[in-house]
């Protein structure tokens, strides 16, 4: 079952609110990603979590904050976040975090369309 | 040079013709390419991954390699409507920040 879910599907929230995305995959995959994504353009990758610990943050501003309760489980806290941070959130799961070939295999979940009032 | 580099399209194929989609590297090193296809408003969905030279083939898909040259191409053949999308060449950047470089995408129209 190559399955991603997120939640929720929509968020709408004001620059002064505190909100969490929350991802869940099943597939025994050992990485998971966040990623935004902007009308137009690709995914732009934000964390890695490796193993569940943080492997990469590409230098994502401190109002977006990952967390991975488990191996199955990822979340990314939100908090003052600003208009410009409107997009879609996608999580995707790989099996090994560039182990090998096919282990990079990344597989989405339906995103969370996020907009910053 | 941009890494990974797509022609933006919007490509336009009558129904059942062949749609044919090109991408680029940089990186001579790299071993792993992945076409994902992204209808609006969804998130992106794995359709082929390739890893050697010369073609794959998964039903009315073919991915082709060729490093030599440094491009990865899929082919659609007997297009339909239902394709209509937008397709992204990732290509796996190996190495201390490992992770997937993106093209911009294609614009794929299948016309009835």
């Known amino acids: 079952d190559t399955e991603v879910t997120q939640t929720p599907k929509h968020l709408v929230m004001g620059m002064t609110n505190k909100k969490s995305l929350k991802c869940e995959q099943h597939m025994g995959h050992r990485a998971m990603y966040w990623y935004k994504q902007k009308a137009k353009k690709p995914p732009e990758l934000m964390f890695v979590y490796s193993y569940e610990k943080l492997s990469i943050n590409e230098s994502v501003p401190s109002r977006f904050s990952p967390e991975c309760p488990n191996s199955s489980l990822l979340n990314l806290h939100l908090h003052a976040l600003q208009p410009e941070d409107s997009a879609l959130y996608l999580c995707?799961?790989?099996?090994?975090?560039?182990?090998?070939?096919?282990?990079?295999?990344?597989?989405f979940g339906p995103g969370t369309r996020l907009t910053v009032l | 040079q941009k890494e990974v580099e797509q022609n933006s399209g919007p490509l336009s194929v009558p129904e059942g013709a062949i749609a044919s989609l090109n991408c680029t590297y940089s990186?001579?090193?790299?071993?792993?390419f992945f076409w994902y296809r992204q209808y609006s408003g969804k998130s992106p969905e794995l359709i082929m991954s390739?890893?050697s030279n010369g073609d794959k083939e998964d039903g009315r898909f073919t991915a082709q390699l060729n490093k030599a040259s440094q491009y990865v191409s899929l082919l659609i053949r007997d297009s339909q409507p239902s394709d209509s999308a937008t397709y992204l060449c990732a290509v796996f950047r190996a190495g201390n920040n490992r992770k997937l470089i993106w093209g911009l995408g294609t614009s794929l129209a299948v016309n009835p």
């Open positions: 390739i890893y």
């Open positions: 995707a799961s790989s099996q090994d975090p560039g182990g090998g070939r096919a282990y990079n295999e990344q597989f």
């Open positions: 990186d001579r090193g790299s071993q792993s």
